[in-house]
């Protein structure tokens, strides 16, 4: 019965948290955003740890590990990013005369220094005349953001919002001596663009792909599952995942954790009104067949059925409190049994030609696996000129 309640909730966040219950929800209208929250938001996700330096630096050693071994090659080839806007322009000279040395652990310091890697928040100071790596933490933006690669494979202006599937989140958290080889097993095992949000609960091993955080506003229930809001999860996120210092409660799923002060909690709000701000980005004209693509909405609202649930604008039936079981959708039941609600949301389709893989699991590689997946589940019969057509649709939205 929670998602047939509507009880409607003001942007306060917290009340997530301190109310401990399953029917707040972000309001069905699109809502006008206040630029000093946002601003202040697009700060938080960027670059507010939220003190996770306690877990990151204190508890798993990783500044060591990056001083020690982690040289910019390496980070590059592992998904972490570089934001050029904040390296100086006589660096950049160097870096693109080749006169960096991208193999020395000192320039991911420098780097760092600078606040250019996405996602890493890393303090440095002068020991014994050298620059040194003290603190290092991990924001919202390690996973959610990547660049455009304008300078260079990896170094570009910012993307808030998309989701990095570059980024092996399980290997660069293996790297740390803290963690027992049992867990280093696992998440070596994940991959790219995959991180599991629920192993330090159950102990199991099933990774979901990193989803976008752009083109939320409006969608009622958030991740994978339906499970809640926008601030639920990033209270979730960053007090059960990310280590922050905060409080987060929800006996649905018997966690309850308190840890004062906490700074998570007074945030939420930036960072909602800052995600609500997200738009999906839209795909480059020529990037597919507009005429194609008028012969799949077609398809897509009739023969193939799919608007029957990825319904009205935002392309999803879960406002309307509908959520679907694992074998209506013909999905792994496994990863959803670990959430709240044991079911699928449908996903709001946005951008869908920025963020392969498809679906929970990643089970679909292509576009053409999801229409593939449908085809079969359904029975459609759908002719191959037909699946081209509804493949060149989705790539338009
Ligand atoms: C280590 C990688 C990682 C970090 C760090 C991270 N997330 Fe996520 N995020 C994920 C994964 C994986 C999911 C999918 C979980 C699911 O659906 O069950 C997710 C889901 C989400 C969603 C839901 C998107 C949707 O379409 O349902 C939002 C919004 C989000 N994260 C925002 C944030 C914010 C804000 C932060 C910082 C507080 C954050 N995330 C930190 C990996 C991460
Ligand atoms: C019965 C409801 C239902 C129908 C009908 C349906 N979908 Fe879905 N769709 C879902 C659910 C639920 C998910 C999430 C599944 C998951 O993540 O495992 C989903 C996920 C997707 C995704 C992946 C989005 C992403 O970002 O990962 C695409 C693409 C998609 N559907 C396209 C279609 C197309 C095309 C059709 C018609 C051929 C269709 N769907 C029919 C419920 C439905």
Redesign the pocket.
Known sequence: MQLASRIMVTLTAAAVVACDHATSTTPDEKISLDPALVAQGRDV?RFNTFEDERFWTDTARMHEVVQAAVSPATALAVGLKVDIDTIPQAVRDAIAGGKVDLTSPATTVTLLKLGAVV?LKGTVQTVNGRDTLVRLG???A???STVDNSFAPGIGHRLDGYPNHDLN?GAIVALSPAIPAALKAILNSWGRG??D?RTNFDGKNLP??????YG?SG?RR????GDDT?SY??AY??VT??HGQGSFRDSRLNINITKSPDVVTPLLPA?LAY?LSLAAPKPLAGTFDATAAARGKALFDGTARCSSCHAGDLFTDVNQGILHSPAEVGQNPA?ALR?VTGKYRT??LRALFQHAPYF?DGSAATLAAVVDHYDQLFALHLTAQQKADLIEYLKSL
Do not use: D
């Open positions: 996700f996602g991990i924001t919202c390690l996973c959610h989140v995959k991180y949000p979901a792909v990193i989803p976008p955080a939320l969608v958030e991740i994978y599952t926008v999860w990033n996120v960053a995942q990310m960072l995600q990863y959430s996903t709001p929970h």
